[in-house]
């Protein structure tokens, strides 16, 4: 899939069936908007953080993972538009003639639902329909279990640690992505090494506790908090054991793929203890890995 900055674009006579939209978290309603087209428009920082900062929502996926998960669906070619103060004021009938028609040549163009866009929002899919540049497809809310599929909704559900409900609405599993950085070494002493993240607070994070996922194609379990066993100092911090894994991840970015969340993080009277839940909780995260492989193969 070809990445552009909407500025690098090549102006295009006619041709492209465009999907618009944020797209945080590429969620089953963002599929059903994408679904039929060749090229994705989205925008960078997320349009609140320029507009409304004080607003601004922690974003579900890094934008590495949200250009990943949007290839993954087929798409030629995603078009980022750098969203500042000058695109916030455009009139929304400027931004129909200048990028969906001059620059883009969109011949199709998908949006959901409840999309806006132009200065003050005035720019509805009623005024998409109307251009006669180009098709318009408005696509509806989608609903799971009786509720409709949205960001803000996800973002709750996987700050309070239900990761295995929100992905059940994405599709897919939640991916949490950061660098790992040098710890204290306490997993290591523990016998149990673990890749330490220090989570971007722009990023949403799943809830305190111990959770199974994978990671670089292995199984995982994986602490989120402050390890309240030890009087640390240190601040939130995400640790992927990967299980089976032997190397050394420093300085690399890591995908961890949250499954379910196992229990709560809590403080146990000793080390030995401590140690003991540990590897009940690695033998848990094993086996949901495990049955998920399993299930993703049929």
């Known amino acids: 899939m070809k990445v552009s900055s909407l500025p690098d674009v090549t102006p295009a006579g006619s041709g492209r ?6 797209f945080d978290g590429v969620h089953l309603g963002h599929r059903e908007v994408i679904r039929g087209a ?33 290839a993954e669906l087929g798409i030629k070619e995603l078009v980022v538009i750098p969203f500042d103060r000058d695109l916030a004021a455009l009139e929304a009938e400027e931004f ?8 883009l040549g969109a011949t199709h163009v998908a949006v959901g639902e409840n999309f806006r866009f ?29 509720e409709t599929v949205s960001s803000s909704h996800i973002r709750g559900l996987v700050a309070a640690g239900e990761v295995d409900v929100a992905a059940r609405f994405l599709g897919r599993p939640f991916i949490f992505e950061g660098e790992v950085v040098a710890g204290d070494r306490r997993g290591r002493e523990l016998g149990m090494p ?15 506790g111990v959770y199974a996922a994978t990671a670089s194609g292995h199984a995982a379990a994986v602490n989120v ?7 640390t ?12 894994f032997e190397g050394d991840l420093y300085g690399q970015v890591l995908r961890v793929a949250f499954l379910e969340r ?29 049955r998920a492989a399993t299930v993703s193969r049929r």
């Open 233 to 244: 100092g240190r601040g939130l911090l995400v640790e992927p054991y990967l299980i089976d």
């Open 38 to 70: 060749d090229t994705v428009l989205t925008f960078d920082p997320h349009p609140l953080a320029v507009v409304r900062p004080e607003a601004a929502p922690k974003l579900i996926d890094t934008f590495a993972v949200k250009r990943d998960l949007i």
């Open 225 to 231: 908090g402050v390890r309240p066993t030890f009087e």
């Open 118 to 146: 132009g200065s003050r929002a005035r720019g509805t899919p009623d005024l998409l329909r109307e251009s006669g540049e180009f098709e318009t497809r408005v696509a509806e809310l989608v609903e799971v279990e009786g």
């Open 262 to 290: 196992l229990r709560g993080e809590r403080r146990f009277d000793s080390t030995e203890a401590l140690v003991e839940q540990m590897w009940r909780d690695v033998d848990m995260a094993r086996a949901i890995a495990e």
């Open 96 to 103: 129909v003639q200048q990028v969906l028609v001059d620059r």
């Open 194 to 208: 673990t890749a330490n993240i220090v989570p971007d607070e722009r990023f949403v994070c799943p809830g305190h």
């Open 17 to 22: 069936r465009v999907a618009i939209g944020t």
